[in-house]
């Protein structure tokens, strides 16, 4: 692919799409590589300064994100509804040496990720939870998602929400969207909790939906980045991400690392 994420707004489904999600994705992903590989840029800016634990991250595609920070000292578990997707992850990760101690892959539906049986590897704590791109055109309780995502980050970790904040501009979703004079930092349009193609959350809107204690957590990004890319038609073009990065408060404990 042409960007570093993982879910783009051009795959809306079609008519013939399944609309249920677990269906949808495994037909998103298919039979060949979809992404181009290449680490999301935001992460690896964000983790530059962060000292290598264990870490989490939530609809992690063919595994990209969890390899590049294996590579990089970090005992990372990347979790995702497409089963094609996790196999293609497994199969990067042995071919980069990368045992299951290093780079572990777990199919399943993020929803679940509050439920007290849920995979033994989604228990956590972890020392940072990442969450990039987490957007879906067909049904995603996202808000619930990411909650749940907090509650498993241990004192002094950090979790990193990376989403797209507006949608291409090669696309007729971006005209609309630049003609939209909503202001959405007093609208509540987290009201039914789901991200569809039009929900492009601004930094204001990630915080505002983890609701976070700030007795608990410090915010120490909240802002958009912009990226030059190549267009489908080979044009330059520039894409708006929003970044999100926070700290549970605290001192993790001796035996977390």
């Known amino acids: 692919m042409s960007t570093d994420a993982k879910h783009n707004h051009d ?4 008519a013939d799409t399944p609309q249920d999600p677990a269906a949808f994705w495994e037909s998103h992903y298919g ?12 992460l690896a800016d964000a983790v530059e300064h962060i000292i290598p634990g264990s870490v989490l991250d939530l609809g992690c595609g ?9 590579q990089r000292g970090w005992r990372a578990v990347g979790v995702d509804i497409s089963q094609a997707a996790i196999v293609r992850a ?14 572990a892959f ?3 539906d993020l929803t679940t990720l509050a439920d007290r049986d849920r995979n033994a590897s989604l228990t956590g704590p972890f020392d940072l939870v990442t969450a990039s791109f987490f957007q879906s055109p067909v049904a995603l309780d996202r808000q ?10 241990v004192a002094g970790g950090h979790l ?4 797209h904040a507006a949608p291409p501009p090669w696309t007729a979703e971006h005209t609309e969207h630049a003609g939209d004079t909503t202001d959405h930092h007093t609208t509540d349009h987290h009201a039914d909790h789901h991200s569809g193609p039009a929900e492009f959350p601004s930094p204001e809107d990630e915080l505002s939906a983890l609701a976070l204690d700030p007795h608990e957590w410090e915010t120490l990004t909240a802002g958009i980045r912009t990226r030059d890319v190549q267009a489908p038609d080979g044009a ?5 991400d929003s970044v999100v990065l926070v700290r549970r408060r605290g001192i993790p404990a001796a035996d977390v690392r």
């Open 11 to 14: 795959h809306a489904p079609q």
């Open 31 to 42: 039979d060949e590589q979809v992404w181009s590989g290449n680490v999301n840029a935001a």
């Open 62 to 70: 063919e595994g990209a994100d969890v390899l590049w920070l294996a």
């Open 90 to 103: 497994r199969a990067a990760a042995e071919a980069a040496d990368l045992g299951e101690d290093r780079a």
């Open 106 to 108: 777990v199919r399943a």
């Open 144 to 153: 619930q998602v990411l909650r749940a995502a907090a509650d498993l980050v």
């Open 160 to 163: 990193l929400i990376t989403s």
């Open 236 to 240: 330059h073009a520039h894409l708006d």
